[in-house]
């Protein structure tokens, strides 16, 4: 809606054109305290609310990752027993978090061997298979799944790590939901919008570009162009699974419509 996008393009240049962001009071290693700034100044609230942020509108602040998240996205279910909660894909086996990161997960040399579900041993775009035999695909009814399997799997411990019972083809290890990916990505992205605030060489906020409203079936097509990816951040010692969903910062520019 016009009025609303006016708003926003208000708010924008009365609070944070020319701003360069403060965020001393935040803490050092805190990875969102630029979005926290921005977020504050624009007027939305710090919250986890699968909801757009600004009159119907989803805000993405520029990062110097070279990716933007759509969301961190949890499976719908795993493999491991999360919270006391039986499914469809756990049921079969009494397989805790930590039980799931030592067989599936990979330990960080630089972090104390601390072990995580990230990087190499998780896939990151569709039909991708890793050294450690997992693979991200979508299932019979349009879910997104990542699926083990023992004989990809060229890790040369693997009959030691992984369970006899999982040294299968094709195991299920987490399950996204088709209705649930849905309603998380319109609810964000199926508005109004969205839009994004970006800054000049000096580190100012110069520009605020918009972008049009995205459904679920343009999006998971792009996930099957391999344009949309997930990027797992999962490590054992926080129980967050750490599940985004990104695509380069490139394309997000290229869905550019406006800028003010």
């Not at 990716?67 to 949890?74: A, L, Q, V």
């Not at 508005?191 to 409203?213: E, H, L, M, P, R």
Request: contains cysteine; aromatic residues 14%; proline residues 3%.
């Amino acid at each position: 809606m016009p009025n609303n996008k006016q708003a926003i393009i208000k708010l924008f240049h009365e609070n944070v054109k020319g701003v360069i962001p403060d965020t001393s009071g935040a803490h050092k290693k805190h990875a969102g305290k630029e979005g926290h700034w921005l977020e504050t100044k624009m007027g939305i609230a710090h919250n986890g609310n699968n909801e757009a942020d600004l009159f119907g509108y989803e805000m993405k602040n520029q990062t110097t990752s070279g990716k933007i998240t759509f969301g961190d996205w949890s499976a719908n279910e795993y493999i491991f027993i999360s919270d006391n909660q039986i499914n469809e894909v756990n049921k079969e086996f009494q397989f805790s978090r930590e039980d799931f990161l030592k067989s599936f997960g990979k330990p960080n040399i630089d972090k104390g061997n601390r072990l995580s579900w990230s990087g190499e041993p998780c896939p990151t775009y569709y039909g991708d298979t890793t050294k450690f035999g997992q693979y991200l695909t979508m299932d019979d009814n349009e879910n997104v799944v990542i699926l083990y399997s023992y004989s990809k799997d060229q890790r040369t411990n693997k009959l030691n790590i992984v369970p006899k019972n999982m040294q299968r083809e094709n195991l299920i290890l987490a399950k996204w939901d088709k209705e649930s990916l849905k309603i998380k990505l319109e609810k964000k992205f199926n508005q109004n919008g969205w839009f994004t605030c970006t800054k000049d060489v000096n580190g100012k906020y110069s520009q605020i570009s918009f972008g049009d409203a995205m459904n679920y079936q343009s999006w998971i097509e792009l996930f099957k162009k391999k344009v949309v990816f997930f990027d797992s951040g999962m490590y054992d010692g926080n129980i967050r699974p750490y599940s985004m969903w990104r695509a380069k910062t490139g394309f997000w520019h290229s869905l550019i419509t406006d800028s003010h």
